[in-house]
């Protein structure tokens, strides 16, 4: 008899069809994240789980579920910060993610808000939009150039080396870097920094992808976000928490930072009307990953991590 498997949100129809050859499995219509009810059902009532961000699988929730039913976590995504592993690990459930597949995509986003928000790209297509465009002039909506610039990566795993060689090969950047252990080989020309504060002292651009989780909340916190380069731009493509927003909105307000470009949020989906009145943002609804062949390659790469658990092979990607 097949494994029953919780899909908890659609899927691309390439990774539902073959989900549906391996597996009894029901797929939620919902694109909400599971309710409480929901996460403590889908550990009593199927064999595994394919979650999402969102889905808040925390401790109290394997508590309250007692003895589960479930054996597996295969998280749709590379960040797992919703899901706290050592109480899924103690339920006795593994716990896999989808690394690599998501990798280019996320990086591309990362240049592309860098440069929507260097060039105010933003400003200038709303201003189109409201039809308030009055013609070409010399001095119309002056923006900064990045290339020869010097980006600053916070967090030199996967996807910060991937926009470090986009910016560095593609637009001639000098590349900084923070990482919390040394790097000896990042791939490029790059010079990895002692701090954080002398990283966002030294970049034009600061690019944060550091994973979520209890280590990196508010890792851009107020005190550092006063010690930007004067004209500075952050850019956030790792977990909306990671930024404490507040701080963030109170920086732009006056002026400490030049701009941002996010495609997360603290709270989201909420987004501070702080925020969304801002001329000097850019805001993504969360588009990291989103391109048709990468969430398949997603999709996929969860199922592959299925496959092998209950065919009691070694997950590919077990954390």
Request: proline fraction near 6%.
């Amino acid at each position: 008899m097949a494994p029953k498997l919780l899909i908890t949100r659609p899927m691309p129809d390439s990774v539902t069809a073959r989900a549906a050859q391996l597996f009894d499995i029901t797929q939620r219509p919902s694109t909400a994240p599971l309710t409480p009810e929901e996460l403590i059902a889908s550990l009593r009532d199927y064999d595994g789980v394919l979650p999402t961000l969102g889905d808040l699988y925390g401790a109290e929730i394997f508590a309250q579920a007692g003895p589960t039913r479930a054996r597996i976590l295969a998280n749709f995504g590379v960040g797992y910060n919703h899901i706290d592993i050592a109480a899924a690990q103690s339920a006795g459930l593994v716990v896999s993610n989808t690394p690599g597949a998501v990798t280019d995509a996320t990086a591309d986003i990362a240049l592309m808000l860098m440069l929507m928000v260097a060039r105010r790209a933003g400003e200038g297509e709303r201003l189109v939009r409201r039809g308030d465009w009055q013609g070409w002039h010399p001095t119309q909506m002056l923006g900064t150039h990045i290339t020869g610039k010097r980006l600053g990566v916070i967090g030199m795993g996967r996807i910060g080396k991937a926009i470090a060689k986009r910016a560095h090969f593609g637009f001639g950047m000098e590349v900084v870097f923070y990482n919390r252990s040394p790097l000896a080989d990042p791939g490029l020309p790059a010079r990895q920094l002692g701090s954080l504060a002398e990283l966002v002292a030294q970049a034009d651009v600061t690019v944060l992808a550091v994973p979520g989780g209890a280590e990196t909340h508010h890792l851009m916190n107020r005190a550092l976000l006063q010690a930007f380069k004067p004209g500075g731009l952050l850019i956030n493509i790792s977990r909306g928490d990671v930024v404490e927003e507040t701080a963030l909105i109170e920086a732009l307000q006056k002026g400490v930072l030049a701009g941002a470009g996010l495609d997360v949020y603290e709270h989201e989906p909420a987004v501070p009307e702080a925020l969304r009145d801002m001329e000097n943002t850019v805001l993504l609804p969360h588009l990291g990953t989103a391109a048709q062949e990468v969430r398949e390659a997603m999709g996929h790469m969860a199922l592959d991590n299925l496959e092998a658990f209950f065919a009691h092979k070694p997950v590919p990607n077990q954390l």
